[in-house]
């Protein structure tokens, strides 16, 4: 009685696999009638392109910085304005958190002035005037006197910053009194041209 049922189960199985054979096998397209127009060819249909958005953040925005800095000179000046314009909305964020927690002194430059000319006036961009590292304290004035189509001044090599902004009271105050303070001959040079 075992045997019958699994001989049944057997043919069963074998006669599945045929039909699955079948269905799954070439077809033959029935030849059209004799008078019938053919059918149109298929529409061409476009690549599929798929498009990524970049993943944007203040932490790839500041890696990008340090990208740049190791990069062709020529291209760190378009990377910090580049850069910049991205930072507006997160601005404080990087003044506050970002910058003052990059070792780096070149980089930290870098934010404080891609950031910090979105704030100009603010206490925050105001503090990095008393960073240890000159080249931040440079980029700090630079920062603060940013003007669209006047005089640049160079904060290093591939990136000049116009200056000529009318300063605010509280600014000019506090470029002046680091002025008076200041013993590196660069920093000094470059708060004169942003005390304009």
Do not use: Q
């Not at 096998?25 to 030849?31: Q, S």
């Not at 378009?78 to 909305?89: D, I, K, M, Y």
């Not at 931040?136 to 920062?143: C, G, H, M, P, S």
Request: with cysteine; proline share 10%.
């Amino acid at each position: 009685m075992k045997a019958v049922v699994w001989l049944c189960l057997l043919v069963a199985g074998i006669a599945t696999a045929i039909l699955v054979l079948m269905r799954l096998g070439p077809r033959e397209e029935p030849a059209p009638a004799p008078g019938t127009p053919p059918p149109p060819p298929p529409a061409e249909t476009a690549p599929f392109e798929e498009t990524l958005r970049a993943y944007e953040t203040v932490a790839t925005f500041h890696e990008d910085l340090r990208d740049a800095l190791v990069g062709p000179s020529g291209e760190l000046g378009a990377e910090v304005s580049r850069v910049s314009l991205r930072l507006l909305p997160n601005a404080r964020r990087v003044l506050l958190e970002t910058a003052r927690e990059e070792a780096s002194p070149r980089v930290r430059a870098l934010l404080v002035l891609a950031a910090g000319v979105h704030v100009p006036d603010e206490a925050i961009l105001l503090a990095y005037l008393d960073d240890r590292a000159p080249v931040v304290r440079r980029a700090a004035a630079l920062a603060t006197a940013r003007r669209e189509g006047g005089p640049p001044v160079a904060l290093m090599e591939g990136v000049e910053v116009p200056v000529g902004r009318e300063l605010a009271d509280a600014t000019r105050r506090a470029l002046a009194g680091r002025l008076r303070r200041e013993d590196d001959k660069g920093v000094r040079g470059t708060l004169e041209k942003a005390l304009g």
